[in-house]
Structure formats: C-alpha cells, structure tokens
C-alpha cells in the first residue's frame, strides 16, 4: 500500500482508489491545475477532499448549492475526529455562526470551506480569506460556468478575478456533464487553459434509458410505474413548480409517500423535504431542477421526467442520479412536440446570442428523443465519446429496435448536399436544399439554382433526419457550434465519400432506421392507452355505443374515454364504486351506470380477475380556489371575459378552468353569454356538429370547423353541449 493509498484508507476508508481518483490527487498535490470530467457516482467529491485533508493550508470549494454544501460538509466531519474541519459560509448564516468559522479557519482547524460564488466575491469574506495560505481552489459543477452549460450561472464567470483577488493557487475544476465546447469555455473562463484534463467515460452500463410518447393519461402512467416499484427511491422532474406540486399531490392521493420539492418553497421545507428522502421516510421527490445536485443518495432506483428537458446536458446529470451504487437505474422521459415548442417560445424573449445557444440545446434534446438509434450511442457521442458497440441492450432502441434501412445512397446525397452547401448550413437548411423546397432563405442564396438541388426528393423527412443523426453518430459529418450548428464533414465523411466516387464496393456500409414518431398534441392522443385492460376496455366502448344508440346521444354523452379507461383499470362493480371514477357524477351514474357495473362484475368473474385495489388511480378533486368563484359568477350572469379578468386570467385559462369543472361532472350554464356573444347561425352550426360528432375531440373539431371559427368560439360550444347534456 503506497503513502496515498494509505491516507485514503485512514481518512476515508477505502482499500483503493476508483477510476483516475489517484492520478488526480498526485497531479493536484504536485500543484497543477486540472480539469475533472467525471460522470455522477464517480468519485469526484474525493479528488478534492483527500488532498485538503493532506496539504498546508485550507482548500476553498465553491458549490453553487446550499443544500450540496451541507451535505459534504456533513461527510467531512463526521470521518474526522474533531468538529470544524469542513465548514460552509453562505447566507443563511447567522453573525454567531460566522464568527464561530472564521475562528477555526484563523486557528487552522478548517481544511475545507464551502461556499457559492456570490458569498466568496463579498468583500469582507476576500478580505479576511487573504489573510489565510490556501493551498488550492476547488471549482464544483463546473458546468455553472459555461453558457453553453446546462445550468448556467453569470456569477460563476467572475471566479478567475476573485481568486486573483484573494490570492493564486491551484484550480482544479469538476463537473459530470460537459461537451468539448462546454470544456474549452470553463478552462479559459477560469484561466487554466493549460490545465491537464481527466475524462472518465460518460457510460453508466447499469442506466436503462427510454423514451415515452406524453399523451394524457400521463398521471396514471407514472403512478402505475411507481406503484410497481413500490418502496424503491425516485425522482420525478418536471419544469414547472406548478406540475411539481399537483403530482406530488396525484402520487399522494394514491398512498406513494411523496413531497414535491422547488425553489418557491420555503428554505426550511425543503432541508424537510430533502432528509425525508435521503432517511427513506418518503420514497418519491416530484421537483425541478432546483433537487438532486450533489445529492449523495446512492440507491435511487428510477428518474422520470415528466416534462422533456431543456439540454442533454441537464438530462445527463438528472438521470445519473439513478442507479449511483451500480444497480439497477431506470431512466424514462416522456416527450411531446407541443412540449417543445412551449420551450422554444421561452427563449424568444430572450437576446439574440442566448436564443441561439438555447435553441441549439433544445434541437440536441429532440434529435434525442425522437430518435431509434441506440440512445446510450447518441448520448456518448454528444459528449464526444464513442460507444463502440452496435446494440447497448439497455435502452428502448435496443430492446426493440425497428428495421434496419440500407442507406449508402442516401448517405452520399447528404454528403453531396453538404459540400454543394460550403459546409456552411444547419440541419434544416440541408434538408430543405435535399428536399428541393425553394425557401426564401434558399433563393437569397441562389441555392435552389444548383444543381444537386433537390437530390433528395423522393425521401420522407423523418428518415431524412434520421440519416443526418446516424451519420453523425459515425463520425461521418459534425455540428459546428461555433458557426451555428452547420453542418460539416469529418476526415472519416471525406474518405467514406472518396470511396463511394471511386470505388462504390469498397465503402463501408450504412444502415438508419426511421426516426419515432411523436404525436404533436398529447392531450389528444394514444387515448385508449390509459387502460390496464385493453380487452375490457373494448368491451366497455361497444357497450357505450349501444346504450348511446338507445338513448339517442352521442357516446362521451354517456361516458367520457377518460372515464371508460378508468373502468378498465379501476373494475368498479357497484354504484358507490362507479361514481369514484372521473367524470361520473351520482346522476351519470344512475341514468347510464347499471349496464356497466353489470358487465364488468360479469368480466370479473368469467376471468378470474382479483380487483387490484392497491393500483387504483384516483383523480385528485380540483381545490382551486377560482372553482367556486367562477361557478357563482356564472350563476349571477356574469360575462366570461370579465370573470377571466377578475381572476388574471386569459380567456382561454378561463376555458382550461371550465373544462375541469364540466369534465369532472359539473353542470354549468353558459347559455346566457353564447346567445349574446355569437351569431346564432354560428352557434347553431357549431352546436350542431357536437350533436352529430362520434367523439368530443377537439382535434377532430378544429379540422372540420377551423376554417370558420375560431378555437375560442368551438371549445365554448363543446363547454355547452357537454354541460347541458352530459352532466
């Protein structure tokens, strides 16, 4: 056992050194700037803190979180044999608690002293850490650094100047996700440009990635999954504090121990929240990106993200926060279209250079999710990794991969395309020229006048994109960030394109599979596929359109899809059990329920079905506070406009808001506003289609009345018809 080995024995424990751990530490105690890739669960927080427990001196570790300070400053003391060695300054801090820290940094005590970025610029602190011999500076998430970073932080830009300030020493920066552009940016931010880099791999075998269509039985998804995971720790992502809230509350309606966790709560719900979960007496964390950075729980079986985030980046540090003591990680995201361009319409407000950086991240996040190829391949390769491998069986790509499509042919029209372009265009501009669509963007360049023009025309976009992926993740072409993602070819896509001018036998082959397909409204797709039993579900549906025939009604006049999904799943076979589905109210329930219960009771026994209790996915009541204001205005004939006005609302918020009451079984009336708002030509018309339709899509609406109303004027009549004859 050599002398480091045996101080991290002494310190720490462990027999041996993980990964590059070693070399790190002797290259820092040799005293050299270094840069530190390290996937999560890694080790990095020991490449740091073994060398401040040995050198002169105190080691300053900036940390962008509070709650991430705690915790390793927690760890230091609690493997030391006096209080002090480690401790925090932040500004939560009181004057007793500064003072008590100051005084062990002064006496020596203190090997390592947290603190964010904002704190170590305030000129009291600079001005008493001058005083003291600092043996290094220790840079965590170090991406914070970058604007091309997932997790950018203006602050951390200043860091070069307020260590020159305090006083020179070695920098050594980590981070667990950044790309060579991402790298490059945080060593010459931080003035270490000569820094020696230590890259471990990006793969985490024992992560399970995949992608879900977002349609809207979402809720019930997750709560099935969660359920079948019972006891198991997870993390649920979502991008708003909004959504956080409402499915923590979903997960705790249906008896999972969960807490939703975001910046808007107060300091000491979330230290609540966030000990809840590492003690194991909640399982679930519903949060923002605000939970989970430096959060050192090793068994956290599944990450979900709800929402599709912003960057590969972000969605490479979320998910490696599962499976951190090498079991078993499941990583599933949910992805819609519509999820996206909401993203998109965020970064319009925002200056020019920011919007083109965020754009580039969320088309990074989309060629992700909507691809077929191994997801693990296209992760590594974003990283500037290669995965060697052709099938990582563990990945939904993998496990069910689509057919192969040979595509030397198209391959070389992309190449063709590239070069007639001056590898000087982006992706889409590509596929434009390939396809032979004269944009105006193309025409101001004369691009449609050359004569490869239109080389592509015969393929469908979606397989298109698909061998512009592929063919990046072979190394045959790459995105040039610094020219706006443009389009450009490799040494290997220049000889691939040689051979095939030269010698067409010889080149390598080259296979893509047709990108998945995505649904660009969620809310309106994959409807049956709520349902745990897709036999009775059918069954149910047939039985609807009889008892819709014999009553002289529409289908969802009976009962909604969302409702019929829930008998499929919840088996209610008496009155009392009926009316806990969604949307079925006691006067439902006794006009059109008896043949149901009955046919379910009856399904139940021929099948030998035990009802599953535990796995029931009860809908939350809605407890907005505008609910009962709304409804009374109504009642007193208030005009819709002004009661969206008198809650902040827009009118269609207002809509969203009358769609859950009359949805979940409420009867209104909105007669009074229709007659004096709309034509009643119009208003018969769009009455009409409702009264004729098989479905209450809106979908279906809008592409069958679009063209003489406005989304406004049919969601309002379908409110109407729905209330008046449904509930």
Request: with cysteine; hydrophobic share 35%; glycine share 6%.
């Amino acid at each position: 056992m050599n002398a480091l080995t045996t101080q991290l024995k002494h310190y720490f424990g462990f027999d041996t050194f993980k990964g590059q751990q070693e070399e790190i530490i002797k290259h820092l105690l040799d005293g050299n700037d270094c840069f530190v890739l390290m996937p999560t669960g890694g080790g990095k927080s020991l490449c740091y803190q073994l060398p401040s427990l040995m050198m002169d001196g105190m080691a300053i570790v900036v940390s962008p979180l509070i709650a991430l300070m705690k915790n390793q400053v927690d760890a230091i003391n609690g493997i030391s044999e006096r209080d002090g060695v480690a401790h925090c300054l932040n500004s939560t801090m009181g004057v007793a608690a500064i003072e008590k820290v100051k005084a062990d940094v002064r006496n020596g005590v203190t090997k390592l002293l947290y603190m964010a970025p904002e704190s170590l610029a305030k000129e009291e602190y600079s001005n008493f850490l001058r005083s003291i011999k600092i043996s290094f500076y220790a840079i965590d998430e170090a991406h914070c650094i970058s604007e091309w970073g997932h997790d950018f932080r203006p602050e951390y830009r200043r860091l070069r100047s307020i260590i020159d300030n305090i006083g020179r020493a070695p920098v050594i920066a980590l981070t667990a996700t950044a790309t060579e552009k991402v790298r490059q940016d945080i060593k010459k931010s931080l003035g270490i440009v000569a820094a020696k880099d230590f890259l471990s791999s990006f793969d985490r075998p024992n992560l399970y990635y995949e992608v879900r269509a977002k349609t809207h039985d979402v809720d019930k998804q997750i709560v099935r999954f969660i359920k079948q995971h019972e006891g198991q720790s997870g993390i649920v992502y979502c991008l708003s504090r909004k959504r956080v809230e409402e499915l923590a509350e979903v997960l705790r309606t249906n008896d999972i121990k969960a807490a939703p966790y975001h910046a808007g709560l107060e300091t000491s719900v979330r230290n609540d929240t966030q000990e809840a979960f590492l003690s194991e007496r909640i399982d679930v964390i519903c949060a923002t990106i605000a939970f989970g950075m430096g959060i050192d729980k090793p068994d956290v079986r599944y990450v979900i993200h709800y929402d599709i985030p912003k960057s590969l980046e972000g969605y490479y540090q979320e998910t490696g926060r599962a499976g951190r003591d090498g079991g078993v990680g499941v990583c599933i995201a949910y992805y819609s279209r519509s999820d996206l361009q909401k993203l998109e319409k965020l970064t319009d407000s925002k200056q020019s250079t920011e919007q083109e950086v965020n754009k580039h991240l969320l088309q990074e996040m989309s060629a992700y999710a909507e691809a077929s190829i191994c997801r693990r391949k296209m992760l590594l390769r974003y990283f500037g990794e290669d995965y060697d491998k052709d099938n990582c069986c563990n990945c939904d790509n993998c496990r069910h991969p689509k057919k192969k499509i040979e595509a030397k042919a198209y391959l070389e029209a992309l190449i063709t395309a590239i070069t007639a372009l001056k590898e000087a265009q982006r992706a889409n501009y590509v596929l434009d020229f390939i396809k032979g669509r004269p944009t105006d963007e193309i025409e101001a360049h004369h691009h449609n006048e050359h004569e490869d023009f239109g080389c592509g025309e015969g393929l469908a976009d979606n397989l298109w994109s698909a061998v512009i992926k592929q063919a990046v993740v072979d190394g045959y072409i790459k995105k040039d960030i610094e020219n706006g993602s443009a389009l450009r070819l490799t040494a290997a896509g220049k000889r691939w394109y040689k051979a095939a001018k030269e010698s067409p036998a010889d080149i390598a082959p080259f296979y893509v599979t047709e990108d998945n397909v995505f649904n660009d409204d969620y809310e309106e797709s994959a409807v049956h596929t709520g349902a745990l039993d897709e036999q009775l579900y059918n069954i149910l549906k047939a039985l609807r359109r009889d008892v819709a025939r014999q009553k002289g009604v529409q289908p969802y006049i009976v009962f909604m899809d969302t409702s019929i999904e829930q008998m499929a799943t919840m088996y209610p076979v008496t009155m009392d059990e009926l009316q806990k589905i969604q949307g079925v109210g006691r006067g439902k329930a006794l006009r059109y329920g008896e043949p149901f219960i009955k046919q379910i009771k009856l399904y139940c026994e021929e099948n030998d079905i035990v009802r599953p209790e535990d796995i029931r996915v009860k809908s939350i009541a809605n407890k907005s506070v505008g609910k009962v204001k709304i409804i009374g205005c109504i009642d007193r004939k208030m005009p819709l406009d002004e009661i969206a006005q008198s809650l902040h609302l827009k009118f269609s918020e207002l809509l969203d808001e009358l769609e859950a009451i009359v949805y979940s079984g409420t009867r209104v009336d909105l007669r009074y506003y229709v007659e004096q708002a709309m034509d009643e030509e119009q208003f018969d018309d769009i009455y009409a289609y409702f009264e004729e339709a098989e479905t209450d899509s809106l979908t279906e609406a809008y592409e069958e009345l679009a063209e003489d109303y406005s989304e406004e004027d049919i969601r309002l009549i379908r409110l109407l018809y729905v209330s008046e004859n449904a509930n």
